[in-house]
């Protein structure tokens, strides 16, 4: 079971460079998310998925773009990566339906530098 | 307008001695908590959660203790043990009102001395 798996794990992109961020689940789950973890910042949410076709904006969606066209795949795009997007990555994933004792599940994270 | 806080960025524990990590919120509506660690280079992994129709849950060496009156919670690591050694980080999300975001803590580093 590979749970929730990202790619890839290390990226450079030099300014104005698009990428995306692949993230693919295999439990299942109806939600999705991508947060950024920063010094000091803790994980901040940038977008999340309540199930296929539907997705809304997180703390800081700014420069990035997502969508949801099935229920196991969740890319993050970055349109136009400005060095301010530099930054460690993590994809998660959970239940909805019987949320009780259902938690996020977290990816290993990409690391993207940007200069 | 930071929801969801760890004022502490770290704590240095002996080992067998209890660890606390505290956790204060101020969206009234968040009605489910979780505690996640990380260690470097790994995505966090869950530990422990709660919901707010409770007021403590254990799960061996760790317990959550939440105060919906003052918007706290807090996590006990009981011994503490040297490979507890992590970031902590808290998180809340507004369930029951049908909002599926959890908002994060900016994390506390423990550190547990052998």
């Known amino acids: 079971n590979a749970g929730v798996t990202q790619t890839p794990k290390f990226q450079v992109l030099k300014t104005g460079q698009s990428m995306t961020l692949q993230c693919a689940q295999d439990?299942?789950?109806?939600?999705m998310s991508w947060y950024r973890q920063d010094p000091g910042m803790g994980l901040r949410l940038i977008h999340y998925?309540?199930?296929?076709?539907?997705?809304d904006q997180g703390e800081v969606p700014n420069g990035y773009n997502v969508s949801r066209s099935t229920t196991e795949d969740f890319p993050l795009r970055l349109l136009s990566a400005a060095p301010s997007q530099t930054s460690v990555y993590f994809c998660?994933?959970?239940?909805?339906?019987?949320?009780?004792?259902?938690?996020?599940?977290f990816g290993n994270g990409t690391r993207l530098t940007v200069t | 307008d930071q929801q969801v806080k760890q004022n502490s960025p770290s704590l240095s524990v002996q080992e067998g001695r209890i660890s606390i990590l505290n956790c204060d919120y101020t969206?009234?509506?968040?009605?489910?908590f979780l505690w996640y660690k990380k260690y470097p280079a790994e995505g966090p992994t869950f530990l422990i959660s709660?919901?707010?129709?409770?007021d403590k849950n254990e799960d061996g060496r760790f317990t959550v203790f939440l105060n919906k009156s003052a918007k706290h919670l807090s996590l006990h690591i009981v011994p503490s043990q040297p490979g507890d050694s992590a970031v902590y980080f808290c998180?809340?999300?507004?369930?029951?009102?049908?909002?599926?975001?959890?908002?994060f803590g900016t994390g506390t580093r423990l550190k547990v001395l052998a």
């Open positions: 998660a994933s959970s239940y909805i339906s019987g949320r009780v004792n259902s938690p996020l599940h």
């Open positions: 439990m299942n789950h109806e939600y």
């Open positions: 998925s309540v199930g296929a076709g539907i997705t």
């Open positions: 969206n009234s509506m968040f009605d489910y």
């Open positions: 709660i919901s707010s129709i409770k």
């Open positions: 998180a809340a999300s507004a369930e029951g009102s049908g909002t599926y975001k959890y908002i």
